[in-house]
């Protein structure tokens, strides 16, 4: 694998996990876990990756802003029973905000199964699907600040 598709995998991990404002906090997080770079690289790395920046100024990667959209706009309710975390959407959404879902690759998720306006998120463990859901208000609440 060459080192920047790796080290773009290392930024998409930075940018969910960590507020990231500047590419010079960026550069200081890679180099922090080993990786050499300038902010020349870095600034490459952004437009390569597709990074965008919210208006408190955060780096987001694209496919999270589609999903703060849509948490904050049209899913109500989130839940969790057991390894599964059940999501209610308004009516005739619940398979888009699925593939976002999806497309995020919240850690210990196994997949999601949609309804009309009900998504069935499947967590590995009843740990997981806690921390699913807590990324997932936590992804509501961030959007609520841009």
């Known amino acids: 694998m060459k080192k ?7 930024i998409r991990d930075i940018v969910r996990r960590e507020a990231i404002h500047t590419q ?12 050499e770079c300038t902010q020349a690289t870095v600034s490459r790395d952004i437009a390569n990756i597709g990074l965008l920046k919210s208006q408190d100024g955060l780096y ?8 703060y959209h849509m ?11 057991g390894h599964s975390v059940v999501v209610r959407t308004n009516p005739g959404i619940a398979p888009g905000v699925a593939d976002a879902i999806d497309n995020v690759h919240i850690e ?20 997981d699907a806690k921390f699913v859901k807590q990324r ?9 600040r841009v």
């Open 4 to 10: 920047s598709v790796h080290r773009h995998d290392v």
């Open 60 to 67: 987001v990667l694209p496919e999270d802003m589609r999903l």
């Open 136 to 144: 997932l208000l936590e992804l509501k609440r961030h959007f609520k």
């Open 108 to 127: 210990g998720l196994l997949g999601t199964v949609a309804g009309d306006n009900t998504i069935l998120i499947i967590a590995y463990s009843p740990e």
């Open 71 to 81: 948490l904050s706009e049209i899913v109500g309710e989130i839940h969790v029973a």
């Open 24 to 35: 010079r906090d960026l550069v200081a997080k890679l180099q922090e876990l080993g990786y």
